[in-house]
């Protein structure tokens, strides 16, 4: 396919599905995904590559940056970003749905890891655990990449360790479940311990420690493990800081409720 054919919606969906999951520092041509990407759309490297440049411009991390990419192509990219913004869980199952249609395969077969125990669902209802399953481990490569592969607290990088940590519980707020700003990516044991409120982070992203956790400082996994991080910052992502609003929320619906 010639590179000067104007690109599809679902080139456009695809190459906004790679730059979500993509640090800032690899999209060039170099880079494993871009390669494989610019094979199964028939489009070049050098041509994706600008199209991920493109959708950084419309960044607004970006933009405050001054990373303008070109012009035209900011203006194909541009709707797409916003439908992003608009209506998160129906465009990341759409661009990991032409994905999996690219690479020849189905949802199903593509992701059969995670959706094995319900194969033997029907209809509306399998559709939606589907999507659910679907979405949050694209959430999970979302997070992880803005937090260059590595645990938030202990920079742990085997990323078989790594969760996408959501700020307000996926139950609680369905239009923000894939916002990247609700996500910090943690280790196994902070996953959990952010989860249930045993730890939390400030407005100033310093580390917090439950009053309930602290009266186990005489055990020796409470001086190895949480001792030293408390006041001590994260370490920040490329592009989505954890929100604030989010971050105030965690302190007082599930921080403070532990702590009383």
């Not at 199952?93 to 593509?110: C, G, V």
């Not at 509306?124 to 592969?149: C, D, H, M, P």
């Not at 990088?157 to 700003?181: G, M, T, Y």
């Not at 991080?229 to 532990?258: T, V, W």
Request: proline share 3%; aromatic share 12%; with cysteine.
């Amino acid at each position: 396919m010639p590179a000067t054919n104007l690109w599809t919606r679902n080139e456009l969906i695809l190459a906004f599905n790679l730059y979500l999951k993509l640090p800032f520092g690899k999209l060039h041509t170099r880079t494993k995904e871009v390669v494989e990407l610019a094979q199964i759309t028939g489009r070049t490297v050098n041509s994706i590559a600008i199209r991920l440049t493109n959708f950084a411009s419309c960044d607004p991390y970006h933009q405050n940056r001054g990373v303008k990419g070109m012009e035209g192509g900011r203006k194909q990219c541009q709707p797409i970003w916003d439908e992003f913004f608009q209506n998160k869980e129906a465009l990341i199952f759409e661009s990991e749905r032409i994905l999996a249609e690219k690479e020849n395969l189905t949802i199903e077969t593509k992701y059969s890891e995670l959706l094995f125990d319900i194969r033997d669902l029907k209809g509306e209802t399998k559709l939606r655990e589907v999507k659910t399953r679907v979405n949050q481990n694209v959430f999970r490569q979302i997070v992880v990449a803005n937090y260059s592969g590595k645990c938030a607290i202990t920079g742990i990088d085997v990323p078989e360790l790594l969760f996408a940590s959501h700020i307000v519980p996926w139950a609680k707020n369905e239009d923000e479940r894939l916002n990247p700003e609700n996500g910090i990516c943690l280790s196994a044991l902070y996953d959990k311990a952010f989860d249930k409120g045993f730890i939390a982070i400030n407005e100033r992203y310093e580390v917090l420690i439950s009053n309930e956790l602290k009266k186990k400082n005489k055990y020796e996994y409470y001086q190895k493990y949480f001792s030293h991080l408390e006041n001590g910052k994260i370490q920040m992502p490329n592009r989505y800081l954890p929100s604030k609003a989010f971050i105030q929320y965690h302190l007082d619906e599930i921080f403070q409720k532990r702590n009383n």
